[in-house]
C-alpha cells in the first residue's frame, strides 16, 4: 500500500511540472525539439490558402482594379499586324442619336451611374489611365513622347482647380463637380478596326481608342468643336467593365456595362475617315445640308464597302444575276450606264407586256375552244321507253259486246 501511494504522489509531481513548462514556454528560446514539438501541435494552413490570399492583396490596387484585370484586358487586343486584310475607320458617336444615350447620360454622376466623360476624367485625375494629345490632322499618337499631362489639359481647356499642397502628381489638383465640362460633350471620335480573323474565318472588329469631343459655344451663330485627347481603349476597359449602365431610357434595369455596349457594336454613328486618308468631299461654298448630305453619303460609302467584302467571304456575290449577251453587246457598243439602264428596262417592260399578251391570248383561244365543241356535240337524244301494252283481258271483254 505504500509502494502505491509513493508512486501515485511522483506521478503527480511530474504532472505538476510538465504544466508549468507548458506555461512558460517560450518559442524564440526553445529547442529543436521543443519547436517540432509545438509546430506539431499548432493547427496548420494549408498553402494553397496562403498563396492565394497573399496573391490577392498583391493584385488589389488603389484604383480597386486588380493586376489580373488589367492584363486580361492587353489579351483582348488582337494583334492584326498579319491579317490578310484590315480597314480602320474613324467613326463619331453624337449625342443626338438615341442609340448613344449611356454613354452620355447622366450628365453627373448619380449614385452608380457616370458618363464616360465623367469616368475618364475621374481616372485622368487619379492616374489610373494614359492619355495623349489630339493631332491636328485628327490622326492619333499613342506613344509616351506625346502624353497629356493633367495639369496641362486643365490649363489648356480653362478647367478651374485647386491645388492640395499636400498632395503629389494628379491627385494634388481638385475639381469640384460643376467645373467638369461633361454637359459640354456631345460627340466622341472612335478609331475602329475591322480585320478578317483567320482562326474563324470571319471580319471581326475591334476598338483601338477614344476620344472625347467638347462643344465649346464662341458666338451666338453656333458652337466649336474642340477634341480634348485620346486614350487607349485597353486602358479604359478593365473600368468601362465595372461601370454599369442602362441600355434603355424607357428601362431603368443597369443589367449591363459599358464595356458591353462598345464590344456589342451597341452605338451609331457616321463615319468621317479612313485610315487611308478618305473623306468627304466638302467646300466652303457648301451650305449645311449639303455638308450634311456629302458627309452622310461618305458614311454610306464606306458602309457599303466592309459590307460588300463580309458578303464576299459567302460567294453571295455569285448569286446576282448577270447580264446576258445582248446586254454585254449594248455596253460594247458605246452606251453609257444610263442609256442601258433605261434600255434593259424597257426590254424587261416589252418581255413582261409581251408574256402577258400571249397568256391572255392563249386564255382566249382555250375559251372559244371550248364553246366550239359545246356547240358540235349534240345532246344524247333521250331513250324512248316502250309504251304500256293494254291488258289483254280487257281488251277481249269489250269486242264481246
Not at 456589342?264 to 479612313?274: A, C, D, E, K, V
Amino acid at each position: 500500500m505504500q509502494r502505491i501511494q509513493s508512486i501515485l504522489i511522483v506521478l503527480l509531481a511530474l504532472t505538476l511540472t510538465l504544466t508549468a513548462e507548458a506555461q512558460n514556454f517560450d518559442p524564440l528560446s526553445a529547442t529543436t525539439t521543443d519547436s517540432t514539438r509545438v509546430a506539431t501541435e499548432l493547427p496548420r494552413q494549408r498553402p494553397t490558402a496562403r498563396q492565394r490570399r497573399a496573391q490577392k492583396e498583391q493584385e488589389t490596387q488603389t484604383d480597386g482594379v486588380s493586376i489580373r484585370a488589367k492584363n486580361y484586358a492587353d489579351q483582348q487586343v488582337k494583334d492584326t499586324e498579319t491579317a490578310p486584310w484590315r480597314r480602320v475607320i474613324y467613326r463619331q458617336l453624337s449625342i443626338d442619336s438615341l442609340a448613344n444615350a449611356p454613354i452620355f447620360r447622366p450628365v453627373r454622376p448619380s449614385g452608380q451611374l457616370q458618363s464616360l466623360f465623367s469616368l475618364l476624367f475621374k481616372r485622368f485625375n487619379d492616374g489610373s489611365i494614359t492619355v495623349y494629345e489630339y493631332e491636328d490632322l485628327g490622326y492619333e499618337n499613342l506613344t509616351p513622347e506625346r502624353q497629356l499631362r493633367f495639369e496641362d489639359f486643365l490649363d489648356r481647356f480653362g478647367i478651374v482647380y485647386d491645388k492640395d499642397p499636400s498632395q503629389t502628381g494628379n491627385r494634388a489638383f481638385k475639381i469640384l463637380p460643376v467645373d467638369i465640362p461633361t454637359q459640354s460633350i456631345h460627340n466622341y471620335y472612335v478609331k475602329e478596326e475591322y480585320y478578317y480573323d483567320v482562326k474563324t474565318s470571319d471580319v471581326s472588329s475591334q476598338i483601338i481608342a477614344i476620344c472625347p469631343v467638347m462643344d465649346d459655344e464662341i458666338s451666338m451663330e453656333g458652337s466649336v468643336r474642340i477634341p480634348l485627347f485620346w486614350v487607349k481603349y485597353s486602358d479604359v476597359q478593365p473600368y468601362l467593365s465595372q461601370q454599369p449602365i442602362m441600355l434603355s431610357t424607357k428601362n431603368n434595369a443597369t443589367t449591363a456595362t459599358m464595356d458591353d455596349f462598345f464590344s456589342l457594336n451597341l452605338y451609331r454613328g457616321q463615319i468621317s475617315m479612313t485610315l487611308g486618308g478618305e473623306t468627304a468631299e466638302l467646300n466652303s461654298e457648301m451650305s449645311d445640308s449639303t455638308a450634311m448630305a456629302a458627309r452622310q453619303a461618305f458614311s454610306n460609302q464606306i458602309e457599303g464597302e466592309l459590307k460588300q467584302f463580309e458578303e464576299s467571304l459567302y460567294g453571295t456575290e455569285y448569286t446576282k444575276p448577270e447580264a446576258s449577251d445582248s446586254d454585254l453587246q449594248e455596253g460594247r457598243d458605246g452606251e453609257d450606264d444610263s442609256e442601258l439602264d433605261t434600255a434593259r428596262a424597257r426590254r424587261s417592260q416589252e418581255l413582261r407586256e409581251g408574256k402577258s399578251q400571249r397568256k391572255a391570248a392563249k386564255v382566249t383561244k382555250a375559251k372559244k375552244k371550248s364553246r366550239t365543241t359545246k356547240k358540235a356535240t349534240p345532246k344524247a337524244a333521250k331513250a324512248e321507253q316502250p309504251k304500256q301494252s293494254k291488258s289483254t283481258t280487257t281488251r277481249s271483254v269489250r269486242n264481246r259486246f
